[in-house]
Nanobody, 123 residues
């Protein structure tokens, strides 16, 4: 059974940092494109960061460039999103996802999803 389980969300003040993790089980995702999405209340789910180890594809939304970093620990089969200089507008549920494609920016292109972790940034 394939599972993606996020953790590390929480409440942080504006300007602070947080790292969310996504532990994968059931298979290795080394050949998959991996992405971090977020969804704020009343808004569509959007891709904030993504990468593919096998193709070298890397993506950051303009709103997070220079502040967020996506990374992976292959030995632990875990994906990370390091978030620095957080802003109140970063408040959302953050989801990790895996796609069989070598690059993917749309939610419909992803095959596996985690349950999400809440990140709240106070002003």
């Amino acid at each position: 059974q394939v599972q993606l389980v996020e953790s590390g969300g929480g409440l942080v003040q504006a300007g602070g940092s947080l790292r969310v993790s996504c532990a994968a089980s059931g298979r290795t995702f080394s050949n998959y494109a991996m992405g971090w999405f977020r969804q704020a209340p009343g808004k569509e789910r959007e891709l904030v960061a993504g990468f593919s180890w096998i193709s070298g594809w890397v993506y950051y939304a303009d709103s997070v460039k220079g502040r967020f970093t996506i990374s992976r620990d292959s030995a632990k089969n875990t994906l990370y999103l390091q978030m620095n200089s957080l802003k109140p507008e970063d408040t959302a549920v953050y989801y990790c996802a895996a796609s069989r494609r070598t690059s993917a920016t749309q939610t419909t292109q992803y095959d596996y999803w985690g349950q999400g972790t809440q990140v709240t940034v106070s002003s």
